[in-house]
């Protein structure tokens, strides 16, 4: 009797059966190379997805970053390094009190830019350093605050008699009258501010001579040619 032989398992089958006796593959069905002899055929293949860019990867939920808490720097130790040489060398008398370039208005106020001796800033002058590289600061270069200047005067004090201070007497000082003079002047909290505070004070023969004034100047470190007044800026 006629037969067929099965193509995935190699039963021979009868001639009116159209499955295979051992495996169930179909007559006539086309064997898969490796699939092992008893398998059921293959489900067909889904067809191929188009061709496409690849899906993003989901990205992360953003998370807000919270600043960075920092620690407070005493008033003394935010005054740049550089500025603190100038302490204590404030020439008095070094210039002529006849010789003045600068102009004011009856009010007090600097109208016309020229040099100025330094004992002669008022609170709410403005003014550049003539020479920041001398080593003994005896003028400056007073300007209108709506010229283009660096610094600004906003206290000046008075030291009591005594020994010439040392360096921590000075910082006593400049801490206790400069620190809430600046908040005044500014209308901001000086640990709060951007800005930074620079100070003069007299030399050994200053003092000796009866000098006993200090300065302490504003300035913009973010800025550094203002074209206005720092007065109430709250920066």
């Not at 051992?22 to 398998?39: E, F, K």
């Not at 990205?59 to 204590?88: C, H, M, Y």
């Not at 709506?146 to 206290?155: A, G, I, Q, R």
């Not at 300065?215 to 040619?225: G, K, L, W």
Request: aromatic share 8%; proline share 9%.
């Amino acid at each position: 009797m006629a037969g067929w032989k099965c193509s995935r398992c190699g039963t021979s089958n009868e001639d009116i059966g159209i499955t295979c006796s051992r495996c169930g593959s179909s007559r006539g069905s086309v064997a898969i190379p490796g699939a092992p002899a008893g398998a059921p055929p293959a489900a067909p293949a889904a067809p191929a997805a188009p061709a496409g860019p690849a899906p993003l990867s989901a990205s992360p939920t953003d998370v807000e970053a919270l600043p960075v808490a920092t620690a407070s720097e005493p008033f003394w130790r935010r005054i740049p390094l550089g500025w603190i040489l100038f302490a204590g060398i404030l020439a008095v008398g070094a210039m002529s009190s006849w010789f003045f370039a600068a102009g004011r208005s009856d009010s007090g106020e600097i109208t016309r830019s020229g040099d100025l001796d330094v004992n002669e800033l008022r609170v709410g002058d403005c003014f550049d350093l003539k020479d920041p590289d001398a080593e003994e600061l005896t003028q400056v270069t007073a300007r209108p605050c709506s010229e283009e200047h660096e610094y600004e005067t906003f206290f000046i004090g008075t030291m009591a008699a005594g020994p010439y201070p040392s360096e921590a007497t000075f910082e006593q000082y400049i801490v206790a009258q400069c620190e809430p003079a600046f908040g005044r002047y500014v209308g901001m909290d000086y640990q709060r501010s951007r800005l930074e505070v620079t100070w003069v004070g007299p030399t050994t023969g200053g003092w000796n001579d009866g000098d006993r004034s200090v300065q302490c100047h504003v300035f913009d470190p973010q800025t550094a040619r203002l074209t206005e007044s720092l007065k109430g800026s709250r920066r």
